[in-house]
Structure formats: C-alpha cells, structure tokens
C-alpha cells in the first residue's frame, strides 16, 4: 500500500479540489509539527521533568499542569513566525495572543486547548490538542476578541491530536474527516484513516456518572433508560465508557460510534455547561458533523451558536446521529 504524507495529501487537496488554499495548508503542517512536539515532550514524562503541576492557575481558575504550559508554548511559538495568522486563543490564556509586530500577519485566527484532559497526564492514558482555524474578518487592522466571535459554522478546519499508543491527527476542511499517524521512526505523519464515517445508532455512552445526583431532568431520563437495558424502554443494553479525556473519548467515537455528554447541571445553573465553546465545543461538532454525526448544547446545533465570550462554556451532547436526537428531543420537551 503506497503511504501518503500529511504534506501529499494537503498538496493533493490544494491541486484537485482546490479545497485548502496555499496559506491554510502550511498554517496546518506547522500546527501538525507543533503536535509532534507536544507528542515528544508528553511521551518522555517524568524522564523529561514534565508532570505535576506548576503551581499557577489559568483563566478558568483551574490549576496548570507543567505539561499545560509547555504545550501552550510550543503552540504560540511555532505559529508566531509564519505569516499565515493574525491572531491566536488559547484556553489557557486570558486574553488573544495577537501575531507580534515584528512578523507578517496572514488572514487566519487559530484557536486551541494546547492539552486537553490534563487529569490523565500523570496516569499516562491519552490526552490530546483541540485545534480550530476561523478567517479573520475583512478589512480587520488590530485583531480584538470581538473578531474572534464567530459561530462553529464558520470554521475553515479543526482537528485535535491524540497522544496515546500512537499519535494521531484527525483534520477537517469541511470536506470529510481523515486520520494521520504519526510514524515515529520517520517522524511523519501518515495517512491511515479517509472519510471516517461515525455509524447512526449505538450501544456506547460516555458521561461522568458521579454527577447523576445535579443533573437536569432531561439527562435523567435519557440516561436512566440506557441503564435499564434490554428490559427497559430502549429494549438494548448500552455500555458505558469514560475516559476524562474529550479527545480520547471523541476518538473512540469517531472509530465506533456512540454518544459524548457533558452537560450543564445543578450545582451553578450561572454556569451554562463545563467545556468551552471555541477551544472543544466548535472544532469537536465540526468534526463529528463531517464524519456523518450530530452535535447540540441540547437545545441546537453546537456549530450555530454564535459566540459573546472567549472562554464561553456551553453544555455537550455529540457523536451518533439518533442518540443525539433524541436526548436533545427531552431537552426540547
């Protein structure tokens, strides 16, 4: 089987379909050799001094790991320097990271949480990078956050990385969704997986159940059905995985269906959900959309809320097209 390159396949893209615009295609090479170093420094662990954490917080209030930081930092530097951005954000960062004056500025705005489930880092189960690319607006001069408030459907690409057994890349244009691994000898990313295509109908849900107690009515009832199994309303017995990882758990749903829920609950009803809307939400729902999936807040589509915040938080229901409406249905209810 003849291999081709992540480098090829934008090529390719850009050649036939005219699909990925030059700027764009080398604004994702260097994000996906920025994941590769993240993939390395993540890889050595405690070899490399990297886990624990640093005591600092982010803007969320959430205490940073080592590896948090690092990861933001080969993020921001590795893209600085390119010509194809105007700006970043970053879940970690208060406010946008504007390209500094010294560099050419490019017409695209990068978005990413450097190192999503940050919990596993010291356990060593898989953690991974959320990664989404907006245009800038026309006639933009000094980018602000108010140029960065655009809906999902407005993406131009996203995709994460996956650090576990092997790294991976899941990339989409809006024109399907294919996996890149990395191949560590030759340090190349290689494509193993086109047009992923997430299957309908499922037995799999994943939800932290430790918080069945806050949860809203709808996701009560939705879940309590799947517990009951083949003698309950569903009439089938689900399983139930759980990772703590958005990327790893989006992952395994990607490959065989199933549906991811964090939703808002009871404990801070000001809090409308716990994942952020530009950094997870976004990308995550345009990926799981072109590989044939759905995506809400339980309410509507993920990709069509239009954004008032940087760090918005929205509540997350996506993965295998029936199970998504119908727990989005109790929510209409």
Request: include cysteine; hydrophobic fraction near 40%.
């Amino acid at each position: 089987m003849k291999r081709i390159s992540l480098t090829q396949y934008l090529v390719e893209e850009q050649r036939s379909n005219n699909s990925i615009p030059a700027e764009l295609r080398l604004l994702i090479e260097v994000v996906a050799r920025a994941c590769k170093t993240i993939s390395h420094a993540v890889g050595k662990g405690a070899l490399g001094e990297v886990l624990g954490t640093a005591d600092t917080e982010n803007v969320q209030g959430e205490v940073q790991k080592k590896l948090d930081i690092i990861s933001n930092e080969i993020l921001l530097e590795a893209n600085e320097w390119g010509g194809h951005l105007a700006a970043m954000a970053s879940e970690e960062m208060e406010s946008i990271h504007p390209i500094p004056n010294r560099y050419p500025k490019g017409e695209y705005m990068l978005l990413f949480d450097p190192l999503d489930g940050s919990s596993n880092i010291d356990v060593n189960v898989s953690i991974g990078t959320i990664f989404s690319v907006l245009k800038a607006p026309e006639g933009m001069a000094q980018p602000t956050e108010q140029d960065f408030m655009q809906a999902g459907t407005k993406q131009v690409a996203a995709g994460y990385a996956v650090y576990g057994p092997q790294t991976m890349l899941v990339l989409t244009f809006g024109n399907g969704v294919n996996c890149f691994t990395l191949d560590r000898e030759m340090g190349s990313w290689v494509l193993t997986q086109s047009n992923i295509q997430i299957p309908a109908t499922t037995k799999e849900f994943a939800i932290n159940m430790s918080n069945a107690r806050h949860w809203h009515p709808p996701v009560q009832r939705y879940v309590n059905e799947l517990l009951a199994g083949e003698t309950g309303p569903r009439g089938t017995n689900f399983n139930m995985r759980w990772i703590a990882s958005m990327v790893a758990d989006v992952h395994r749903i990607l490959n065989r269906g199933g549906i991811f829920m964090y939703p808002a609950d009871l404990r801070d009803t000001s809090m409308p959900g716990k994942l952020r809307l530009m950094y997870e939400a976004n990308p995550m729902a345009f990926i799981v959309e072109q590989a044939g999936g759905a995506a809400t807040d339980g309410q509507q589509r993920i990709m069509d809320i239009v954004p008032h915040k940087l760090h918005q938080r929205v509540p997350v229901y996506l993965g295998s097209k029936d199970e998504v409406a119908r727990v989005t249905a109790y929510h209409q209810e």
